[in-house]
């Protein structure tokens, strides 16, 4: 039997009054159990059960029931204290879920350290798309709503701006492709509606460049895949054109690099996922071709590292199938090489760059008869170029969500579908001892 299982068992046998005079023993062996593997690897806090803080109850609870029978003292509130609950889980407070179920929305982290997120959908049909927002508080670990974007959209881009605000560009508005941008201001709670793009898209990139420019590139167009670039000039309000790909690409990665330059990499296009790859250099607005991944990919992610490769992990792959490999892009010499492979083959997934440089890659489908094994969670490790699955999963294989990395060095992922539903949870991975 896991400990899982002992766990949630010996709960049940408690709660039900059947315990043996013997049970609180094993049910405080079976928390310790938990705990200690947990303090070992990291902690999930699940805002949908409280786990953590159903453990920390039932810690004293048997704490209390223990000393009772030693005859150790009359006052059970001593023994809180030698509780084994994890360390990392006890510097935040419990947290909620959204207050709007969505997928395919944006998560900006803001100056004052709160979290935007903004559209998505809420369920199937064209009704089901969203113009709510809403901001999470880690202080608090609460979601309150927020202004309401003019328009609905899902499958939009987010940039926080230089000056704090944030722009939001295209996506799907109920039934047409947008090419309307809108600004939120954090200090009242607002939008207001921007320049509008050259192109409308959705399944583009949004990259805020050094020079406070934000350089929107591919996506569809609604009658085929766009090659296009846009620039977004936020003293002004307006667009430009800029120069186009020389591959039209959506569901594609834009990475801004240490020397300024944007990598473009991958996406699918009419003929498939694509293995090309080009940098976009500011100074002169043009394209160049650089070399191409070893795998075309589409929906895959794309980290930059801290020593200036980019790592570049799944997505769909020439098959259509999931993939779990990942290759390295080297800016100084513009190649690619093989990386080791995830455990999990997965698309639509999330990687975040963690404080100690490691990778946190999580969530996503995997299209397999094991399909839930997409919310196996997985770290890749640069100097060694491995991956080490985690001690635990996420409350499911979701899709379309997001993962922002706070300040504190926690990951806070929000929403997703698992292809059936749309999910108003969130979850927060937590590095065991802090970072």
């Known amino acids: 039997m896991s400990i899982e299982r002992e766990f949630e068992g010996a709960i049940r046998s408690w709660l039900d009054g059947a315990a043996a005079a013997s049970e609180p023993e094993g049910l405080l062996r079976a928390v310790l159990a938990i705990t200690a593997t947990t303090r ?212 594609h990665t834009a990475t801004l690099l240490p020397d300024g330059k944007v990598l473009v990499a991958g996406g699918d296009n009419d003929l498939g996922p694509t293995a090309s790859t080009e940098l976009y250099d500011p100074s002169t607005g043009t394209w160049m071709a650089t070399g191409s991944m070893s795998t075309p990919r589409g929906y895959h992610t794309a980290t930059l590292l801290p020593n200036g490769k980019v790592l570049v992990v799944g997505g769909y792959v020439a098959s259509g199938n999931p993939s779990a490999s990942a290759e390295l892009y080297g800016p100084t010499n513009g190649s690619w090489t093989v990386t080791g492979s995830m455990s999990t083959p997965r698309v639509s997934d999330t990687a975040t760059l963690l404080l100690d440089g490691k990778v946190l890659v999580a969530g996503g489908l995997s299209e397999t008869p094991q399909q839930d094994r997409a919310a196996v969670v997985e770290l890749y490790d640069p100097a060694t170029g491995s991956w080490a699955d985690t001690a635990g999963v996420l409350g499911g294989a979701f899709g379309s969500r997001t993962a922002t990395l706070l300040p504190d060095g926690e990951v806070l992922f929000v929403g997703g579908s698992d292809g059936f539903k749309v999910q108003a949870w969130a979850d927060l991975y937590v590095p065991v001892g802090g970072i």
């Not at 998505?120 to 927002?133: D, E, F, H, K, Y």
């Not at 901001?135 to 003019?150: E, K």
């Not at 560009?169 to 509008?196: F, I, K, V």
Request: aromatic share 4%; no cysteine; proline share 7%.
């Open 40 to 251: 070992q690897r990291w902690v999930w806090r699940n805002m949908r059960t409280g786990l953590l803080v159903a453990a920390v109850v039932v810690v004293a609870i048997v704490g209390a029931s223990l000393i009772s029978q030693q005859d150790v003292g009359p006052s059970p509130t001593a023994t809180p204290s030698a509780s084994p609950t994890p360390s990392a889980a006890s510097s935040s407070g419990p947290t909620g879920n959204l207050i709007q179920a969505r997928a395919g929305h944006t998560a900006t982290l803001l100056p004052s350290g709160l979290i935007l997120v903004t559209g998505g959908r809420t369920g199937n049909g064209p009704a089901a798309v969203l113009a709510s927002a809403e901001l999470y508080d880690p202080s608090t670990g609460t979601w309150t709503a927020t202004g309401t974007m003019i328009q609905a959209r899902i499958g939009q881009t987010a940039t926080l701006l230089p000056d704090g605000t944030v722009l939001v560009t295209g996506g799907r508005n109920l039934l047409n492709l947008s090419a309307s941008a809108e600004l939120y201001d954090p200090s009242a709670g607002t939008w207001t509606a921007t320049g509008e793009m050259i192109h409308a898209r959705i399944g583009h990139t949004a990259t805020l460049l050094p020079d406070g420019k934000v350089l929107v590139a591919g996506g569809d167009g609604g009658t085929g895949t766009l090659a296009s670039a846009d620039l977004y000039d936020p003293s002004t309000g307006t667009w430009t054109s800029t120069g186009s790909m020389s591959t039209p690409r959506d569901g």
